[in-house]
């Protein structure tokens, strides 16, 4: 066996585990087998060692990150921020491959194995964000896991010519999932934007993903047409919806008969935890057995000045939104960025365990929930068993 395939990670504490112990990685999976000889050694130093996690809702072509700073302007409206996402993606100078990657590639010095990466399609922009998003993946595919999604930022009914260019996106195999928004309140179109929406991810055998703002009975309107068309064509386990504002907040009762109708369709949800209001109760549905990954949404784009890309953090401010006070309350808030968001994207779980993908980090603490409050420096990001972050800088390629 050559050397490379194996490495052992000595002194390190799963999950901050009071006892040190080695975990032995071949051929990228963890084994509790012993070492083979020649295998490569790495000291922990006794940190503490955490599965990477995925961000399940990102839109990396959107992003400023690294440039100089953009001043904003005013918005209100949905219309009024993709008329800003146009201006910006036009005074930015920098190539739009250049700008997602080093969003990406500073995904994962923070402890990003994936991502769903939201990237508009539309007649303002063609299939540029598809492109380099698609090129900056290419370039990243030793560290991290992308999906695409073709999104429709701009309507898919409103803005005459999206629907050809979704359905090139997907004819083509640049994307992974073809998505759809606000079908009442923005695009004013519930039937045509979900039959659109639909009929291409059935023809092309592709998921789905719609971004649904929409708030109290118009989202559950819009909620409820997307689980029966899920149903009708048997995309069970293909379909998430995000956001979804118009969750939190229902009575106990209607909110459990629901999540069993998402439940029984197979459809995931995903939140970026905005507020306490809007944040989805995360362990109400899963007891339901509905999954809800955890994302980043946009990171220093024309809508907000906010934003880092970093999943740790992101599941500091679950913790915050919900208010997390106990040790098992801040280490949920841990899982749902490491956990839920590799069921979405179909990937292993990385537990740690023998037989799990080697992809974790390591940092300096005393334990998982202080981790979660403290938010620790990544000193170490190992995707496969092969360090690809030390201290903040993306190794090897």
């Given at each position: 066996m050559h050397s490379e395939s194996a490495t052992v990670f000595r002194n390190v504490r799963p999950y901050g585990a009071e006892k040190p112990q080695d975990l032995t990685v071949v051929d990228g999976v963890f084994t509790d087998s012993p070492a083979p000889s020649g295998a490569r050694v790495v000291d922990g130093e006794g940190r503490i060692a955490l599965p990477t996690l995925v961000d399940a809702h990102i839109h990396p072509d959107k992003t400023a990150w690294g440039e100089p700073w953009v001043t904003r302007n005013p918005a209100s409206s949905i219309a009024g921020y993709t008329a800003e996402d146009v201006k910006l993606h036009h005074a930015l100078r920098t190539p739009l491959k250049e700008r997602a990657q080093r969003l990406m590639g500073h995904a994962v010095t923070r402890?990003?194995?994936a991502m769903r990466?939201?990237?508009?399609v539309a007649p303002a922009y063609g299939l540029a964000g598809v492109e380099g998003v698609g090129a900056a993946r290419r370039a990243l595919r030793h560290a991290l896991d992308v999906e695409i999604v073709a999104f429709p930022q701009h309507g898919v009914v409103r803005a005459p010519g999206t629907r050809e260019l979704l359905e090139e996106a997907v004819r083509t195999g640049a994307v992974d999932r073809v998505g759809g928004i606000d079908p009442i309140g923005f695009d004013e179109a519930?039937?045509?934007q979900l039959d659109v929406v639909f009929?291409?991810?059935d023809r092309h055998g592709v998921g789905v993903d719609i971004h649904l703002h929409e708030r109290a009975g118009t989202g559950l309107e819009s909620l409820r047409a997307i689980i029966a068309r899920t149903r009708a064509l048997s995309l069970q386990g293909k379909v998430t919806v995000s956001h979804v504002f118009c969750v939190p907040g229902l009575p106990e009762r209607e909110l459990d008969a629901l999540a069993a109708g998402?439940?029984?369709a197979g459809i995931s949800l995903t939140t970026?935890?905005?507020?306490s209001d809007l944040v989805l109760p995360i362990e109400r549905l899963r007891e339901h057995g509905v999954h809800v990954g955890l994302g980043s949404d946009g990171v220093r784009d024309s809508w907000s000045p906010f934003g880092d890309a970093d999943m740790l953090h992101r599941a500091h401010l679950l913790a915050?939104?919900?208010d997390a006070r106990l040790d098992e309350e801040l280490e949920a808030a841990f899982r749902a960025g490491a956990d839920d968001g590799a069921h979405l994207l179909g990937l292993a779980r990385a537990d740690l365990r023998p037989g799990s993908p080697a992809d974790f980090l390591l940092v300096?603490?005393?334990?998982?929930?202080?981790v979660v409050v403290d938010l620790p420096r990544r000193e170490l990001v190992v995707r496969g068993g092969r360090i690809v972050a030390r201290d903040g800088e993306l190794v090897g390629g």
């Open positions: 402890g990003t194995r990466a939201h990237v508009d519930l039937d045509e009929s291409i991810a998402l439940a029984e970026v935890a905005p507020s915050r939104v919900q300096r603490g005393e334990c998982l929930p202080q």
